[in-house]
Protein backbone atom coordinates (compact mmCIF):
# COMPACT_ATOMS: atom_id res chain seq x y z
CA UNK A 1 0.00 0.00 0.00
CA UNK A 2 1.16 3.46 -0.88
CA UNK A 3 1.97 6.41 1.73
CA UNK A 4 -1.29 8.85 0.70
CA UNK A 5 -0.26 11.90 -1.00
CA UNK A 6 1.13 15.38 0.62
CA UNK A 7 -1.82 18.06 -0.30
CA UNK A 8 -0.02 21.07 -1.81
CA UNK A 9 -1.98 22.82 1.50
CA UNK A 10 0.04 20.67 4.05
CA UNK A 11 3.48 21.90 2.42
CA UNK A 12 2.82 25.36 2.56
CA UNK A 13 2.00 25.25 5.64
CA UNK A 14 5.48 23.52 6.68
CA UNK A 15 6.56 26.37 5.03
CA UNK A 16 5.27 28.89 6.31
CA UNK A 17 5.95 27.36 9.98
CA UNK A 18 9.48 26.95 9.30
CA UNK A 19 10.01 30.75 7.93
CA UNK A 20 8.41 31.67 10.92
CA UNK A 21 10.59 29.83 13.26
CA UNK A 22 13.73 31.72 11.17
CA UNK A 23 12.03 34.98 11.80
CA UNK A 24 11.47 34.74 15.23
CA UNK A 25 15.27 32.96 16.15
CA UNK A 26 16.43 36.52 13.95
CA UNK A 27 14.01 38.84 15.89
CA UNK A 28 15.09 36.82 19.50
CA UNK A 29 18.94 37.68 18.61
CA UNK A 30 18.69 41.04 17.17
CA UNK A 31 16.85 41.80 20.22
CA UNK A 32 19.87 40.74 22.44
CA UNK A 33 22.48 41.94 20.50
CA UNK A 34 20.48 45.72 20.82
CA UNK A 35 20.01 44.85 24.33
CA UNK A 36 23.74 44.07 25.08
CA UNK A 37 24.82 47.61 22.53
CA UNK A 38 22.22 49.31 24.72
CA UNK A 39 24.52 48.41 27.69
CA UNK A 40 27.38 49.52 26.43
CA UNK A 41 29.03 53.25 27.28
CA UNK A 42 30.77 55.14 24.75
CA UNK A 43 33.24 57.45 26.64
CA UNK A 44 33.70 59.33 23.55
CA UNK A 45 29.62 60.30 23.66
CA UNK A 46 29.35 64.43 23.94
CA UNK A 47 27.92 64.11 27.48
CA UNK A 48 26.72 67.87 27.07
CA UNK A 49 29.05 69.17 29.66
CA UNK A 50 29.07 73.02 29.12
CA UNK A 51 32.54 74.47 28.91
CA UNK A 52 34.53 75.92 31.94
CA UNK A 53 31.88 73.95 34.41
CA UNK A 54 33.32 71.01 37.01
CA UNK A 55 30.12 69.15 36.96
CA UNK A 56 28.20 67.23 34.46
CA UNK A 57 24.62 67.20 33.65
CA UNK A 58 22.02 63.85 34.61
CA UNK A 59 22.03 62.49 31.60
CA UNK A 60 25.99 61.99 31.23
CA UNK A 61 26.80 58.21 32.72
CA UNK A 62 28.05 57.94 36.22
CA UNK A 63 31.78 56.34 36.26
CA UNK A 64 29.84 52.95 37.45
CA UNK A 65 27.96 53.44 34.24
CA UNK A 66 30.72 54.00 32.33
CA UNK A 67 33.00 51.22 33.93
CA UNK A 68 30.93 48.88 35.22
CA UNK A 69 32.38 48.50 38.55
CA UNK A 70 31.40 44.47 39.14
CA UNK A 71 34.27 44.13 37.01
CA UNK A 72 36.38 46.72 38.66
CA UNK A 73 38.46 44.98 41.63
CA UNK A 74 41.12 46.92 44.11
CA UNK A 75 44.45 45.03 44.80
CA UNK A 76 43.36 43.16 47.68
CA UNK A 77 40.31 41.68 45.68
CA UNK A 78 37.65 43.66 46.61
CA UNK A 79 34.94 45.35 44.43
CA UNK A 80 35.48 49.61 45.12
CA UNK A 81 33.69 52.46 43.63
CA UNK A 82 35.18 54.31 40.88
CA UNK A 83 34.26 57.82 42.74
CA UNK A 84 34.65 59.26 46.16
CA UNK A 85 31.59 61.38 47.24
CA UNK A 86 32.34 64.72 46.38
CA UNK A 87 35.84 64.96 45.00
CA UNK A 88 36.64 64.77 40.96
CA UNK A 89 38.86 62.85 39.46
CA UNK A 90 41.18 61.47 36.38
CA UNK A 91 40.71 57.92 35.73
CA UNK A 92 43.70 56.96 32.85
CA UNK A 93 43.05 53.19 31.43
CA UNK A 94 46.18 51.80 30.53
CA UNK A 95 48.18 48.60 30.01
CA UNK A 96 51.32 46.82 30.54
CA UNK A 97 51.97 46.96 26.97
CA UNK A 98 51.42 50.46 25.90
CA UNK A 99 54.31 52.58 25.55
CA UNK A 100 52.42 56.11 25.43
CA UNK A 101 51.13 54.98 28.86
CA UNK A 102 54.30 54.53 30.17
CA UNK A 103 55.18 57.84 28.95
CA UNK A 104 52.35 59.66 30.35
CA UNK A 105 52.92 58.19 33.82
CA UNK A 106 56.91 59.02 33.32
CA UNK A 107 55.84 62.69 32.82
CA UNK A 108 53.96 62.74 35.57
CA UNK A 109 56.18 61.51 37.98
CA UNK A 110 58.71 64.98 36.83
CA UNK A 111 55.85 66.82 37.62
CA UNK A 112 54.58 65.45 40.79
CA UNK A 113 58.33 64.86 41.93
CA UNK A 114 57.06 62.98 44.60
CA UNK A 115 54.17 64.17 45.57
CA UNK A 116 51.29 61.72 46.18
CA UNK A 117 48.37 61.66 43.46
CA UNK A 118 45.47 60.74 45.25
CA UNK A 119 43.15 62.09 42.73
CA UNK A 120 44.66 59.48 40.18
CA UNK A 121 42.75 56.27 39.57
CA UNK A 122 44.96 53.95 37.27
CA UNK A 123 42.85 51.18 35.54
CA UNK A 124 45.48 48.45 33.76
CA UNK A 125 43.25 46.32 31.55
CA UNK A 126 45.49 43.10 32.76
CA UNK A 127 44.52 43.66 35.92
CA UNK A 128 45.17 45.96 39.31
CA UNK A 129 48.65 44.34 40.20
CA UNK A 130 49.90 45.29 36.45
CA UNK A 131 49.84 49.02 37.16
CA UNK A 132 52.21 48.38 40.42
CA UNK A 133 55.55 48.05 38.74
CA UNK A 134 53.86 50.91 35.82
CA UNK A 135 53.71 53.45 39.27
CA UNK A 136 57.03 51.93 40.88
CA UNK A 137 58.73 52.95 37.47
CA UNK A 138 58.30 56.23 37.87
CA UNK A 139 58.11 56.80 41.47
CA UNK A 140 54.32 58.19 41.59
CA UNK A 141 52.32 57.06 44.93
CA UNK A 142 48.97 57.87 46.31
CA UNK A 143 47.27 56.81 43.07
CA UNK A 144 44.34 53.74 43.40
CA UNK A 145 45.18 50.79 41.54
CA UNK A 146 42.10 49.20 39.73
CA UNK A 147 41.87 47.03 37.07
CA UNK A 148 39.38 44.20 35.64
CA UNK A 149 38.74 41.41 37.56
CA UNK A 150 39.46 38.45 35.13
CA UNK A 151 40.41 39.25 31.78
CA UNK A 152 40.80 42.03 30.06
CA UNK A 153 38.26 40.47 27.33
CA UNK A 154 35.76 40.96 30.33
CA UNK A 155 36.59 44.30 30.80
CA UNK A 156 36.33 44.99 27.17
CA UNK A 157 32.65 44.13 27.22
CA UNK A 158 31.86 46.78 29.69
CA UNK A 159 32.76 49.83 28.27
CA UNK A 160 34.08 51.39 24.46
CA UNK A 161 37.51 53.28 24.86
CA UNK A 162 39.36 54.58 21.81
CA UNK A 163 42.94 52.38 23.06
CA UNK A 164 45.31 53.37 25.86
CA UNK A 165 46.26 55.83 27.22
CA UNK A 166 42.77 57.00 27.74
CA UNK A 167 42.22 59.73 30.31
CA UNK A 168 38.45 59.98 31.88
CA UNK A 169 37.57 63.16 33.64
CA UNK A 170 34.91 62.37 36.61
CA UNK A 171 32.90 65.47 38.64
CA UNK A 172 32.46 65.42 42.22
CA UNK A 173 28.93 63.77 41.50
CA UNK A 174 30.49 60.87 40.22
CA UNK A 175 29.99 61.42 36.26
CA UNK A 176 32.19 61.60 33.14
CA UNK A 177 32.83 65.11 32.44
CA UNK A 178 35.30 64.83 29.46
CA UNK A 179 37.16 61.85 27.92
CA UNK A 180 40.70 62.77 26.15
CA UNK A 181 41.79 59.34 24.24
CA UNK A 182 45.99 59.14 23.43
CA UNK A 183 48.76 61.20 24.85
CA UNK A 184 47.85 64.63 26.12
CA UNK A 185 50.00 67.61 25.03
CA UNK A 186 51.72 69.46 28.29
CA UNK A 187 49.09 71.82 28.77
CA UNK A 188 46.46 68.81 28.79
CA UNK A 189 48.86 66.85 31.29
CA UNK A 190 49.65 70.23 33.70
CA UNK A 191 45.70 70.28 33.38
CA UNK A 192 44.79 66.80 34.36
CA UNK A 193 47.85 66.71 36.73
CA UNK A 194 46.30 69.53 39.15
CA UNK A 195 43.34 67.55 39.31
CA UNK A 196 45.02 64.45 40.42
CA UNK A 197 47.10 66.30 43.25
CA UNK A 198 43.78 68.58 44.16
CA UNK A 199 45.11 71.50 43.38
CA UNK A 200 42.31 71.98 40.96
CA UNK A 201 38.35 71.16 41.08
CA UNK A 202 37.67 71.57 37.41
CA UNK A 203 38.84 68.43 35.73
Not at 34 to 53: I, P, R, S
Not at 101 to 111: E, F, H, P, S, T
Not at 166 to 193: C, Q, S
Request: with cysteine; proline share 7%.
Amino acid sequence: MTAPARSPRGNISFSTLALALVALACTVLIAKRATAEKDVVNLLANHGVVAGTDTAPSTAPTAEQAIGTFKVTALNGKVIPLHTKGEPAILMISSRTCSWCKRALKDLGVMSAGRPLPRLKLLTLEGAGEGVAMLANEKLTGAQLIGPAGSSDQVLLTFRYPGTPTFVAIDRNGRVVRTLPGYPIPEEMKHWYAVMVGDQDVP
